[in-house]
Structures are given as C-alpha cells and as structure tokens.
C-alpha cells in the first residue's frame, strides 16, 4: 500500500530498497526555502542496519502489509519459541532473537500477536500488561519518602525492574510488557 512520506509514523514496517524496514524515529521538516521534508531513521528487519533517509513530501513508500495472527505460547528450546493457533491448531516456531528479552514474560497458554510477513513470522507482540511475581527486592529503609527514586527488584521469570519502594519479595504486581516498567501492585 503506498502512503505519502508526510504519513510515515514511528513503528511502521516499509518496504524500501529491496528490503524491509522498521521506522524508529521521523521527523517533517518544512524549509523556509524548498520543499517540506520527512527525515526518517530506519531499521532493517533482515539484515540489522540503520538507515537515515530523506522523502520528499510528493514522494510515496511503500508499507508493507502484514498479517497478524493471534496465538497462544506452548514451550521453548534451545534456538525457538513455539506457538499454537487455538483454531487450527497450526504450530509455528519463532527464532529467540526475533522475540528478544520479552521472551521471559512468556508464560504457558498466554495469547500474544504473531506479526507475518510473506509468511515469514517477523515479530511478536505480548498483551500490554502481564501479572508477575516479585522474587527478590531491596529491603525498604526507614525514612525513605514515598517519591523518592525505585529500587532494583527482580522477577520469577529472572527479569530485572525498578518498583516502588513499598513493594516486597512475593508481592504480585502489573508490568507494562511495552516499556518493561512498573505500573500498580495487585
């Protein structure tokens, strides 16, 4: 689907020189001499460099289409990750590199989103926000105030967050699964 240069936003997949890539940052730049300008700064999907390009507002790109499937977790090897399909009952593996550190938030069962392209499994999405349990934190010292700076804690899964200072070792929590941050204890 071709869009205008003016249309690219943080996020989006385009498919540009032969390859595809993902936009980190975006910037329109209207001169008070020339042409506007969009300077995009994007990320290869398949090959992992960056590329600083300059479209012309005139210009068109070209975004890839992808097709989102929603799946569920089943386990993990050594190299992948394996999913489900609830309806089909069709299974896909998933490289660990393709999933990164969110691949620790994976639990048996949870239904996350499986961005394809070309049949080809590109990322995965986890829902926004995930219960977890504290395993180890910082104990609190007496006359810390309630805004002062988080403490360092550490999850069952074995990732490593910033909380609040009331939170404890085995308190439940909700993290955003976007930022890996702390929002509320359960």
Do not use: H
């Amino acid at each position: 689907m071709k869009i205008n240069a003016g249309e690219i936003r943080v996020g989006m997949l385009l498919e540009y020189k032969n390859d595809l890539w993902q936009v980190l940052k975006t910037q329109n730049v209207k001169p008070g001499k020339g042409g506007a300008f969009a300077q995009v700064e994007m990320k290869s999907i398949n090959k992992n460099t960056k590329l600083n390009e300059r479209f012309r507002s005139s210009e068109t790109v070209e975004k890839a289409s992808l097709e989102e499937t929603k799946y569920n977790y089943l386990y993990e090897d050594e190299k992948d990750y394996f999913f489900i399909e609830p309806k089909s009952f069709e299974q896909v593996e998933i490289k660990k590199d393709i999933v990164g550190e969110k691949g620790r938030l994976l639990v048996e069962n949870l239904e996350v989103t499986i961005s394809f392209y070309n049949d080809t499994a590109i990322s995965v999405e986890l829902p926004n926000q995930l219960n977890c349990k504290i395993k180890l934190t910082d104990a609190t010292l007496k006359g810390q105030t309630i805004s002062s700076s988080y403490k360092p804690a550490t999850l069952e899964n074995g990732l490593n967050i910033q909380v609040p200072p009331f939170i404890e070792a085995s308190d439940e929590i909700v993290i955003d699964t976007r930022t890996l941050k702390y929002i509320k204890k359960i």
